[in-house]
């Protein structure tokens, strides 16, 4: 870390960043979370669900909020 705080920004940093790189990715690992089709579609539909409850991203009004805690929550989280 400190070795890279010296050279950021001089010739040494350049060099550095210089040589090979791999034209394409080999392999690409399975994606562990499989996700949920059904809030995905809902996304896609412009609604956001989460444990129930779901609202239209066009009609969300954070300056007055008239949805659960667990969904601000969850909101501010997305």
């Not at 890279?4 to 034209?23: A, E, S």
């Not at 562990?32 to 059904?38: I, K, N, Q, S, W």
């Not at 300056?63 to 667990?70: E, G």
Request: glycine letters at 8%.
């Amino acid at each position: 870390e400190r070795f890279h705080r010296l050279t950021w920004r001089t010739p040494i940093h350049g060099m550095r960043l210089k040589g090979r790189h791999p034209l394409k990715l080999i392999a690409v690992p399975d994606d562990p979370f499989l996700g949920d089709a059904r809030r995905g579609n809902a996304l896609l539909d412009g609604r956001l669900s989460f444990r129930g409850e779901s609202r239209a991203i066009a009609a969300l009004n954070l300056a007055k909020p008239d949805f659960s805690k667990a969904f601000a929550e969850y909101l501010h989280g997305f």
